[in-house]
């Protein structure tokens, strides 16, 4: 009798992905801002150039 119930303990456990979600979102959060960051990174110098002629425009 005490097996069994050691087998739905142990099942319980290894069945258990509530926090699957939470761990996806994590890494897709992540993927995503280092992207941003990289994309930052190498236009970095032309979105500077571009935004202080945009600003000269408009005294």
Do not use: C
């Not at 509530?18 to 992540?30: C, D, F, N, T």
């Not at 992207?35 to 945009?54: E, F």
Request: no cysteine.
């Amino acid at each position: 009798m005490e097996l069994q119930g050691s087998k739905d303990m142990i099942g319980n456990v290894t069945d258990d992905e509530s926090g699957q979600g939470l761990v996806e979102y994590a890494l897709m959060i992540l993927l995503v801002s280092v992207a941003a960051i990289g994309a930052l990174t190498l236009m970095g110098a032309s979105v500077s150039d571009l935004l202080d002629t945009a600003g000269a425009a408009f005294p």
